[in-house]
């Protein structure tokens, strides 16, 4: 895989999160604990959305929830889980090993998985700020517009368009010769990080690269605050009630479009040169952000609190009960 270009390096090494072994060990705990919260948080807020495992799928959970808003929602909690756990098994591995490689193949792929993933996520979080729109400025044909069909014709239109975004990527970067230098400045590999080592002049390329990644989620962060901006005004027209539910939802969004657009804008929207911050950025991207969104989402929004509270007490012994008496009745 892109070895026939004068490419003799097999493998990379990542830079070293820090310089002492007693904080990799702490680091390790504080990554593992963030990633079981990652996977548990987005696994609990899909199931809460669709259905109670704990009584065997034999009874929806909130009926109420099956909305084009919380399908939408379930899609990014699977991008979510997808998008960590691109970085965070490798990062946790290499925290806890001495020399901390990647093969070529290795690192191209995790670079694929990583902008399919990330690319996606934007595309997604773009549909929402869509389906937001469209439920406030257009109520009585909202579900009309924004059917089950629509909404998965969206979903997979961005699952396509994260896919073709990753392909751009990795079919600029393959041609390349890499022969020489093959220390990653990061613990992971991603464009502005494996152009760097590349044995010939990117200037080109980096430029291209900035205009492809950086200026164009500018751009899309922009007219996403804008739309929210628009509907924001547009409530001024609604009740008390129904203002301060669209507000609460909205500010959510836009807490959650602004945990990735930022970082995202600060990576690729500049000359791919090392800075201070570069780390910590990253950490926040990679890590912190996933973590983060069930959380905006479920505490910004009383029905998932209330849905929640409610699939907490089905688990519970009585739970258990009634799915026994309901196998009991069957047999």
Same mark, same amino acid.
């Given at each position: 895989?892109?070895?026939?270009?004068?490419?003799?390096?097999?493998?990379?090494?990542?830079?070293?999160?820090?310089?002492?072994?007693?904080?990799?060990?702490?680091?390790?705990?504080?990554?593992?604990?963030?990633?079981?919260?990652?996977?548990?948080?987005?696994?609990?807020?899909?199931?809460?959305?669709?259905?109670?495992?704990?009584?065997?799928?034999?009874?929806?959970?909130?009926?109420?929830?099956?909305?084009?808003?919380?399908?939408?929602?379930?899609?990014?909690?699977? %991008?979510?889980?997808?998008?960590?756990? =691109?970085?965070?098994?490798? #990062? !946790?591995?290499? *925290?806890? @090993?001495? +020399?901390?490689?990647?093969?070529?193949?290795?690192?191209?792929?995790?670079?694929?998985?990583?902008?399919?993933?990330?690319?996606?996520?934007?595309?997604?979080?773009?549909?929402?700020?869509?389906?937001?729109?469209?439920?406030?400025?257009?109520?009585?044909?909202?579900?009309?517009?924004?059917?089950?069909?629509?909404?998965?014709?969206?979903?997979?239109?961005?699952?396509?368009?994260?896919?073709?975004?990753?392909?751009?990527?990795?079919?600029?970067?393959?041609?390349?010769?890499?022969?020489?230098?093959?220390?990653?400045?990061?613990?992971?590999?991603?464009?502005?990080?494996?152009?760097?080592?590349?044995?010939?002049?990117?200037?080109?390329?980096?430029?291209?690269?900035?205009?492809?990644?950086?200026?164009?989620?500018? %751009?899309?962060?922009?007219?996403?605050? =804008?739309?929210?901006?628009? #509907? !924001?005004?547009? *409530?001024? @027209?609604? +009740?008390?009630?129904?203002?301060?539910?669209?507000?609460?939802?909205?500010?959510?969004?836009?807490?959650?479009?602004?945990?990735?657009?930022?970082?995202?804008?600060?990576?690729?929207?500049?000359?791919?040169?090392?800075?201070?911050?570069?780390?910590?950025?990253?950490?926040?991207?990679?890590?912190?952000?996933?973590?983060?969104?069930?959380?905006?989402?479920?505490?910004?929004?009383?029905?998932?609190?209330?849905?929640?509270?409610?699939?907490?007490?089905?688990?519970?012994?009585?739970?258990?009960?009634?799915?026994?008496?309901?196998?009991?009745?069957?047999?």
């Amino acid at each position: 895989m892109g070895q026939d270009n004068q490419t003799n390096v097999k493998e990379f090494v990542f830079l070293e999160l820090t310089c002492f072994q007693e904080l990799e060990c702490f680091l390790f705990v504080v990554f593992l604990a963030v990633y079981i919260t990652t996977i548990l948080d987005n696994v609990l807020f899909m199931v809460t959305i669709t259905s109670n495992i704990a009584i065997m799928v034999t009874v929806t959970c909130e009926s109420h929830l099956h909305t084009p808003m919380y399908f939408l929602l379930r899609n990014l909690s699977v %991008l979510d889980i997808c998008f960590s756990s =691109v970085t965070a098994p490798k #990062i !946790l591995a290499d *925290l806890l @090993s001495r +020399t901390k490689t990647i093969s070529f193949n290795g690192c191209i792929t995790q670079m694929f998985f990583f902008h399919l993933f990330g690319g996606a996520d934007v595309f997604s979080l773009s549909v929402m700020a869509f389906d937001r729109y469209m439920a406030i400025s257009k109520p009585l044909h909202y579900v009309t517009i924004m059917s089950r069909g629509q909404c998965t014709a969206l979903i997979v239109a961005s699952w396509v368009g994260g896919f073709v975004h990753s392909i751009v990527q990795i079919s600029l970067l393959l041609p390349l010769p890499f022969c020489g230098p093959k220390v990653v400045d990061g613990f992971y590999c991603d464009v502005p990080q494996v152009l760097k080592l590349a044995c010939t002049d990117t200037f080109a390329l980096e430029f291209l690269m900035i205009s492809n990644n950086g200026l164009v989620t500018t %751009l899309w962060f922009v007219l996403i605050l =804008v739309s929210y901006t628009v #509907i !924001l005004m547009m *409530l001024r @027209s609604h +009740t008390v009630e129904g203002r301060r539910k669209a507000i609460s939802t909205c500010t959510a969004h836009i807490t959650a479009v602004t945990l990735h657009f930022v970082p995202c804008i600060y990576i690729y929207a500049r000359p791919f040169t090392a800075l201070p911050m570069d780390r910590a950025v990253s950490i926040t991207f990679t890590v912190i952000s996933p973590v983060l969104n069930p959380l905006i989402y479920t505490l910004r929004n009383q029905e998932m609190k209330s849905a929640m509270r409610r699939l907490k007490r089905r688990h519970g012994p009585s739970g258990i009960d009634v799915m026994k008496s309901r196998l009991g009745s069957q047999n």
